[in-house]
């Protein structure tokens, strides 16, 4: 059974930056594609970047492209998200995945979750 814990959320000021890790239990980390996630109050869960197992491959949604920064350290089973000069609009529950094949942005492809972290950005 896969466990996957989020942190670093926080409140942030308009413009700041945080870092969100993701770490995980088990050996599936390794061999799987890893996507976070973002949910604001009364929305739907959207899709924010990916990375494939082994790193070479990433994708971003358009909002954040510029912005945010997926990573990961298969050594550590840890996936991170570099959040750079951040906006209101980027208040939300983010969540990290796994999924065996990268390259989807659909919540239902991904199979295992974290219970997320709050980012809250004020203006």
């Known amino acids: 059974q896969v466990q996957l814990v989020e942190s670093g959320g926080g409140l942030v000021q308009a413009g700041g930056s945080l870092r969100l890790s993701c770490g995980a239990s088990?050996?599936?980390?390794?061999?799987?594609?890893v996507g976070w996630f973002r949910q604001a109050p009364g929305k739907e869960r959207e899709f924010v970047a990916a990375?494939?197992?082994?790193?070479?491959?990433?994708s971003y949604t358009d909002f954040v492209k510029g912005r945010f920064t997926i990573s990961r350290d298969n050594a550590k089973n840890t996936a991170y998200l570099q959040m750079n000069s951040l906006k209101p609009e980027d208040t939300a529950v983010y969540y990290c995945?796994?999924?065996?094949?990268?390259?989807?942005?659909?919540?239902?492809?991904?199979?295992?979750w974290g219970q997320g972290t709050q980012v809250t950005v004020s203006s």
């Open positions: 995945a796994l999924n065996g094949r990268y390259g989807s942005t659909r919540v239902s492809e991904y199979d295992y």
């Open positions: 088990g050996r599936t980390f390794r061999t799987a594609a």
């Open positions: 990375i494939s197992w082994s790193g070479s491959l990433t």
